[in-house]
């Protein structure tokens, strides 16, 4: 268990449709990073939150939006799906938003979205 | 920018070496190691700051040549559980914002 929790495991659902993945970081982690990997793309960046405010965005859709609670947990918000959203959603928490420092990247285990 | 990982596959025999590459076209503030087993999520090995520094996780290492804008794995006398793909992450100078932007990734299999 890497102390960051991601729900659901899994999901399946319909084109059209408008799903939320939910993040909560490692305890004490103050930032949280989306990412999605698709099995030609690679780790694709989606975006940053630290301390509840948006830090870096990276390729995010306009159909999926995200935020960081006061609580530090994190959802991420995919609408008018379509078949190509299909992929594993990570969720990876660190203590602050820069690397500059020894501390690297603590990943949850990921949501697998199916859009049929 | 994306980093450029090489190679994008390898084969090796427990006991073996191997080395994988990471480069950017752009200038690295740090660069990341991570390792994914099949099914599972990036496990973090290690960060290397601009400076050259080289760092050591048990039998695997990485340096970083700054003015080369690359770094590089090194796994020595691999063991079964090297096996999974290893991705590179990188953070560019300047950038104004400290996004982490992974590699393809190296997919390496040990067998016996």
């Known amino acids: 268990d890497s102390g960051v929790t991601q729900t659901p495991k899994h999901l399946i659902t319909a084109t059209g449709q408008r799903v939320t993945l939910r993040c909560s970081p490692r305890?004490?982690?103050?930032?949280v990073y989306w990412y999605q990997q698709s099995l030609d793309q690679g780790l694709q960046f989606l975006i940053q939150?630290?301390?509840?405010?948006?830090?870096a965005k990276g390729n995010i859709l306009e159909r999926f939006s995200a935020q960081q609670f006061p609580d530090l947990h994190s959802e991420l918000n995919l609408s008018s799906l379509e078949l190509g959203d299909s992929a594993l959603y990570f969720c990876?928490?660190?203590?602050?938003?820069?690397?500059?420092?020894?501390?690297?990247?603590?990943f949850g285990s990921g949501t697998r979205l199916t859009v049929v | 920018q994306q980093p450029v990982q090489s190679p994008q596959a390898v084969i090796l025999r427990e006991g073996e070496d191997a080395v994988i590459n990471c480069s950017s076209s752009?200038?690295?503030?740090?660069v990341h190691w991570y390792r994914q087993k099949h099914g599972e999520a990036p496990v973090f090995l290690m960060i290397?700051?601009?400076?050259?520094e080289q760092k050591g996780h048990d039998k695997i290492s990485a340096s970083f040549n700054e003015k080369k804008q690359q770094s590089s794995l090194y796994l020595t006398a691999s063991q079964l559980s090297y096996s999974g793909t290893y991705f590179c992450?990188?953070?560019?100078?300047?950038?104004?914002?400290?996004?982490?932007?992974f590699g393809k990734g190296t997919k390496l299999s040990v067998i016996p």
């Open positions: 305890s004490g982690d103050l930032s």
């Open positions: 290397l700051l601009k400076g050259g």
């Open positions: 752009k200038a690295l503030y740090s």
């Open positions: 992450g990188t953070v560019n100078s300047g950038a104004g914002s400290y996004q982490l932007t």
């Open positions: 939150y630290y301390n509840g405010e948006e830090r």
């Open positions: 990876a928490s660190s203590p602050r938003p820069w690397t500059g420092d020894h501390y690297g990247y603590t």
